[in-house]
């Protein structure tokens, strides 16, 4: 079965500075998409990043960007230059080309001014 | 479009009460999902559809009915509620998206059940 493991529960980084959340999961496919969701105090669930595990290339967005390491089952999110809005619960997640997601246990990211 | 709509956005339930929770999107997708969300759990799949009159269980089922006679509603059905089944629950509907067998999720904001 996948599983999805966040070994962080909770990190915290000063505002400007750089973090990295880290993701690990479990998989005998090799098609599947990776993602990471933030959860701010409001609850709704947003994405923030995907990543397709056929293609090489990290996927980017602004100020998020992940390291994706496949032979190592390893999908981290590093947010550069955060800010204070970047304070949330952070989800990753699975799935293997259908719409059943498996998630991770979350980490909850507290930024510092 | 509103997207994924959920109702009530909190609840108070005593034990053996039953309620349902309401569902809704208009987005016209044909993938519907229930999922809670538990302190340190994440979130974890109750039950899913893949289109009108279809259901099926996911991760979590015990306590909870489903049924799904339109495309745009899902509502989600405590029987008898249990101080267990206290959480966060989130719907979301999903489209097939860009790449092979990818699948975008787009989730309600979520209604907080507590049940004393």
């Known amino acids: 079965a996948q599983t999805v493991t966040q070994s962080q529960p909770e990190m915290s980084v000063q505002e400007a500075e750089t973090v990295t959340l880290s993701c690990t999961y479990d998989?005998?496919?090799?098609?599947?998409?990776l993602f990471w969701y933030k959860q701010p105090p409001s609850r709704q669930m947003i994405l923030v990043i995907r990543?397709?595990?056929?293609?090489?290339q990290n996927a980017t967005e602004n100020r998020f960007s992940v390291n994706f390491q496949k032979a190592a089952k390893s999908f981290s999110l590093k947010i550069s230059d955060s800010q204070l809005g970047d304070a949330a619960m952070y989800f990753c997640?699975?799935?293997?080309?259908?719409?059943?997601?498996?998630f991770g246990t979350g980490t909850r990211l507290k930024v510092l001014a | 479009n509103a997207g994924v709509t959920q109702t009530p956005k909190f609840q108070v339930l005593k034990t053996g009460q039953s309620m349902t929770l309401q569902c809704a999107q208009d987005m016209n997708h044909e993938y519907m999902s229930w999922y809670r969300q538990d302190p340190g759990m994440g979130l974890r799949l109750i039950h899913y559809?893949?289109?009108?009159?279809?259901?099926d269980q996911g991760e979590v089922p015990n306590g909870y009915n489903v049924s799904r006679s339109t495309t745009e509603d899902f509502p989600l059905r405590l029987l008898s509620a249990a101080p267990s089944q206290t959480s966060v629950y989130f719907c979301?509907?999903?489209?097939?998206?860009?790449?092979?067998?990818?699948?975008?999720?787009?989730f309600g904001p979520g209604t907080r059940l507590t049940v004393t």
């Open positions: 998989t005998s496919e090799s098609d599947y998409y």
């Open positions: 990543q397709e595990a056929y293609k090489q």
């Open positions: 979301a509907s999903s489209r097939l998206a860009g790449g092979p067998g990818l699948y975008e999720q787009y």
């Open positions: 559809s893949v289109g009108a009159g279809i259901t």
């Open positions: 997640a699975y799935t293997s080309g259908t719409y059943k997601y498996i």
